[in-house]
């Protein structure tokens, strides 16, 4: 077996397109075929069978071959199967030499991985566009590789944002909930039950309250235009100014003239939101509210209504109706006019305070939306539960008649209720 390999290594391990496998058994052959690519600037590597060829392949990179189809041992076409299996996904060009024509055995080449064929004997300006095109092709080949490779980096180091991004994200989510610890109170003269449900990994709505006095609390719903991050970091933002462990943090409370900590009426407290949120926070942001101040021990409430949908209240005797007032977005424009009405709660009675998730909750493929008649269904459908049943109900109602395990927007609510006198 004899193997003619060039008189200077190869330089660079990467693909040299002068460089070109010639195999053949014929001794004359090779050296006519290793001439003639030598006076076109192409660098031969010789092997007299395709046993002594893979062994070639296999010491260093090979991407151009010109082998004789008729060699005795191992033919072309076996030997251009194997170097394809040996070569698997990297570049190369494989083009047989070859006297037959007709289809079926051109088609046999085909098969086993050739690129080319050259008629025997070959035709020496045919020869030389046909390993021109070789040469293209594995350029081709080299330059969708490197692509290929570079993609593959840049799809893994996105990958790993998106890990981090999750991660941060799932901790976003634990601090968000941490915003509203708890989801029942148990308060004199009444009860308090908060459903918080974000429609992704952190939210723009927000309910809670704050302690007024031992009988009053002020209690709120917040939602906070758009989703994602910028939307989460606004209701953390309002749930510092709602702070109910610093009253002297809290924007809605202030000293009265004997020293004890009181609410502003509700549309004040709007008012200082909506200039405080303009000056300070460089956002398109805004919110819509619904801030309560309620009394427990004599059923006064107190409300101010910013954009956001109108309070339900659902009465002892099972009446049920919505109360509203004008009032503007908070954040959107400066100088905006609030304002604010009263109800009373008997016991028994109870209202709820809910985020445009609820209404605007799609129904059907067609795009209709709950509205307050679909919402007035489900809390009559479920108005003999209370507490954290109830407002579980609600979610759960709302999931079977829209069909949706997930909303396409955050659900909050806060319910208020009454207690019943001994």
Partial sequence: MNVTLPSKPRADPAFQPGTVLVVDDS???????????SRWGFTPIEADSGIAALDICRAGDVELVISDWMMPGMSGVEFCRHFRELMGKSPAYFILLTAQTEREVLAEGLESG?????????NVVEMKARIAAGVRVISAQRDLVAKNDLLSKTLKELQDVYVAIDRDLAEARNFQQALVPERFFDLPGGQVSMLYEPSGHVGGDLVGLFPISDHRF????????????????MTARIAGLLNPASPDRNLALTLDSAGRWTML?????????????????????????????????????????????????????????????????????PDAEYSAFDIFLNPGDRLLLHSDGMTECPIDSAGTLLDESGLRDLLITHRDKSGLQFVDAIKRALSEVSGLTEFPDDLSAVLIERNVLA
């Fill in 27 to 37: 001794r004359a052959q090779r050296r006519l075929l290793a001439k003639t690519l």
């Fill in 218 to 233: 002020g209690i709120y719903s917040v939602d906070v235009a758009g989703h994602g991050v910028a939307s989460a970091l």
């Fill in 265 to 333: 009426p509700p549309e004040a407290v709007c008012r200082n939101l909506n200039d405080l949120l303009l000056a300070e926070i460089v956002t398109d942001r805004y919110l819509t509210m619904v801030l309560a101040d309620v009394d427990f021990e004599t059923g006064h409430v107190r409300l101010a209504q910013a954009g956001h949908p109108s309070p339900a209240v659902l009465r002892k005797d099972k009446t049920i109706e919505f109360v509203s007032s004008f009032g503007m977005p908070i954040g959107l424009i």
């Fill in 114 to 122: 050739a690129d080319d064929f050259l008629s025997k004997p070959f």
